[in-house]
T-cell receptor, first 109, second 113 residues
Framework: KNEVEQSPQNLTAQEGEFITINCSYS?????LHWLQQHPGGGIVSLFM?????KKHGRLIATINIQEKHSSLHITASHPRDSAVYIC???????????WGAGTKLIIKP | ETGVTQSPTHLIKTRGQQVTLRCSSQ?????VSWYQQALGQGPQFIFQ???????GRGNFPPRFSGLQFPNYSSELNVNALELDDSALYLC????????????FGEGSRLTVL
């Protein structure tokens, strides 16, 4: 069993749809990162969560520390949101990140 | 714009050679982590430096080594390159260990022939 599991692995949706990506983890300290990786490799940090909910534009991230579960939501999705979305959990005080396998999102116009 | 710059962006080496990858970040980002991302896979933690000292290491052999400098720049050195070292190498910086936003560079794509 992977220590950080994401679902779905692949997601194709139409422009405007509400998107949800889930992340469950069994290890790590009580914080979680959501990251976005575009083709070509560059990674952008979207959120770091240790409790509750954070919102940035059309992106919303929630976390339940007790259940070790987090969700990333995208409202009014747009083709430019197409990317791989990854959740990652710091393993220990050295901040080694354990990464999920990523969710490849494609938004069709 | 993350303020983290990696160089070179692409390079090709042959087996047995040595490579140095570089990462520069904003002032105050005293923690840098390096990751290896093979094609189609998630990043794997190589090591982390905090205030010029190695502060954690993943499951990589000693031929992977690093340095962090007082100006917050960092290097990843790989000796005796193997074909499986072909990957995207990412550095991530932050202001403090254990907390805070991470800033990633665009990565250095290494191909070993």
């Amino acid at each position: 069993k992977n220590e950080v599991e994401q679902s779905p692995q692949n997601l194709t949706a139409q422009e405007g749809e509400f998107i949800t990506i889930n992340c469950s983890y069994s290890v790590g300290i009580s914080a979680l990162h959501w990251l976005q990786q575009h083709p070509g490799g560059g990674i952008v940090s979207l959120f770091m969560l240790s409790s509750g909910k954070k919102k940035h534009g059309r992106l919303i991230a929630t976390i339940n520390i007790q259940e070790k579960h987090s969700s990333l939501h995208i409202t009014a999705s747009h083709p430019r949101d197409s990317a791989v979305y990854i959740c990652a959990v710091p393993m220990d005080s050295n901040y080694q990140l354990i990464w999920g396998a990523g969710t490849k999102l494609i938004i069709k116009p | 714009e993350t303020g983290v710059t990696q160089s070179p962006t692409h390079l090709i080496k042959t087996r047995g050679q040595q490579v140095t990858l570089r990462c520069s970040s904003q002032s105050g980002h005293n923690t840098v982590s390096w990751y290896q991302q093979a094609l189609g896979q998630g990043p794997q933690f190589i090591f982390q430096y905090y205030r010029e000292e190695e502060n954690g290491r993943g499951n990589f052999p000693p031929r992977f080594s690093g340095l962090q400098f007082p100006n917050y720049s960092s290097e990843l050195n790989v000796n005796a390159l193997e074909l499986d070292d072909s990957a995207l190498y990412l550095c991530a910086t932050s202001g403090r260990t254990n907390t805070g936003e991470l800033f990633f560079g665009e990565g250095s794509r290494l191909t070993v022939l």
